[in-house]
């Protein structure tokens, strides 16, 4: 009996040559994807004079910039109230997830298909359309130019919902029961077994929801109107007719990222076994 063992050294060299190939690929899209953000930074810290240079280093290293967009905007006061936006309506929209998908996930119940696909629905209805009625609503409440007026109408998530109820559907059975047996009620299990097994899937899906709250701009605009009362009205102070002031505007976005990247930093480890998870399943 012959065994042939030649052909297993192609095979061998082409996924090698795959690998790198995606290697490759792979550094090519993260240097697309981290240069527009170093070219903020570099453009940031160039002397005012050099604010349209086109040089890859930033030579000789300025501050003036920073001091500038400090002088002309109130920066810790807008990314203080930009945080508290941010953080209510991720941390609002996960609770309210949760609940309702824990209800779509552990109970059966009348009309549950075609409340869950309400739910869905709404996800798919465009802003626009919403956008009129809440801003009739926000001023008959009398909450138009406040922080409330932004957070309220964005407290339920559909997408966070529809994410939360694929995972809980995954969810062993048997701990519930389990639970049941112990004499935990449904309030105590969810807080006691399921809370803590989805806590690196709360943690993904919370920053992306602070980010997106974080992000956007149209909804603040509207309600907050000509104030700049959070960073990303602030921004516009820097553009104007005459033309766009470069240099602050850099160093004001550039501030304004930095707590993006420390709240990334801090969950970093939650958010990689949150996907690593999902790539499992």
């Not at 190939?21 to 903020?40: N, R």
């Not at 807008?78 to 309506?89: P, R």
């Not at 109408?153 to 995972?167: D, F, I, K």
Request: hydrophobic share 55%; aromatic share 10%.
């Amino acid at each position: 009996m012959t065994v042939h063992t030649e052909p297993e050294e192609p095979l061998r060299d082409r996924g090698t040559a795959r690998k790198a190939v995606g290697h490759v690929v792979l550094g090519l899209m993260s240097l697309g994807c981290l240069f527009p953000i170093y070219w903020l930074y570099a453009t940031s810290v160039r002397a005012p004079g050099d604010v349209h240079s086109l040089s890859l280093l930033p030579w000789p290293l300025s501050l003036a910039n920073y001091a500038d967009a400090l002088n002309k905007t109130d920066m810790f006061a807008m990314l203080v109230n930009t945080m508290i936006i941010a953080v209510l309506t991720a941390l609002g929209q996960l609770l309210t997830g949760l609940l309702a998908a824990y209800a779509f996930a552990a109970w059966r119940f009348r009309f549950e298909r075609l409340l869950y696909l309400a739910f869905v629905g709404t996800w798919l209805v465009p802003f626009q359309v919403t956008m009129l009625p809440n801003y009739v609503l926000l001023s008959r409440l009398g909450l138009l130019n406040t922080l409330a007026g932004v957070i309220v109408p964005n407290l339920c998530s559909a997408l966070g919902v529809l994410m939360l109820r694929q995972h809980l559907m995954g969810f062993p059975k048997e701990l519930l029961d389990a639970a049941r047996m112990d004499g935990r009620g449904s309030w105590s299990t969810l807080w006691t077994v399921v809370v803590p097994t989805l806590r690196p899937v709360l943690a993904a899906l919370g920053i992306l929801l602070a980010i997106t709250a974080w992000n956007e701009y149209f909804w603040p605009a509207m309600v907050m109107q000509r104030s700049n009362a959070v960073v990303q009205l602030g921004l516009r102070s820097f553009m104007g007719t005459e033309g766009n002031d470069w240099g602050p505007l850099m160093a004001a976005s550039g501030m304004a990222c930095l707590p993006v990247f420390a709240l990334y930093l801090f969950l970093q480890r939650h958010i990689v076994n949150a996907f690593v998870r999902s790539g499992l399943k």
